[in-house]
């Protein structure tokens, strides 16, 4: 937990400042620059949800991790996380595709958060 919330600062610090030159903020970034730039800012997202699974272990470990218990679309969100990992799998060199042979809608009732993951 304490390791966690350690590497939590740096990893923040690093999305706050890949912002600043996302949005312009710091001055005018070329296209390539701004390839790269995102790479890393995924990269940070990937590693800061990492952190935070991390913590997640030690609040299941001391019994306090909470979930929230809500409607939602299971579909939309294999569709979500196929899109996030659309990197990922481009830059690993497999096939991941989904077959759509169902309903657009199939609500469940859960934590949408914890299912993602």
Do not use: C
């Amino acid at each position: 937990s304490i390791v966690s919330h350690q590497l939590r600062s740096p990893l923040s610090s690093i999305r706050w400042s890949l912002d600043l030159f996302l949005t312009g903020r710091l001055g005018e970034v070329s296209q390539q620059q701004k390839e790269y730039l995102d790479i890393v800012y995924d990269n940070n997202e990937r590693m800061l949800k990492l952190v935070n699974d991390l913590l997640n272990v030690s609040r299941i470990e001391q019994g306090r991790l909470v979930l929230k218990q809500e409607k939602f679309n299971v579909v939309a969100l294999v569709v979500k996380i196929m899109e996030e990992l659309k990197p990922l799998v481009q830059a690993s060199n497999i096939k991941l595709f989904y077959e759509d042979a169902g309903p657009d809608s199939i609500i469940i009732n859960g934590d949408e958060t914890y299912l993602g993951r």
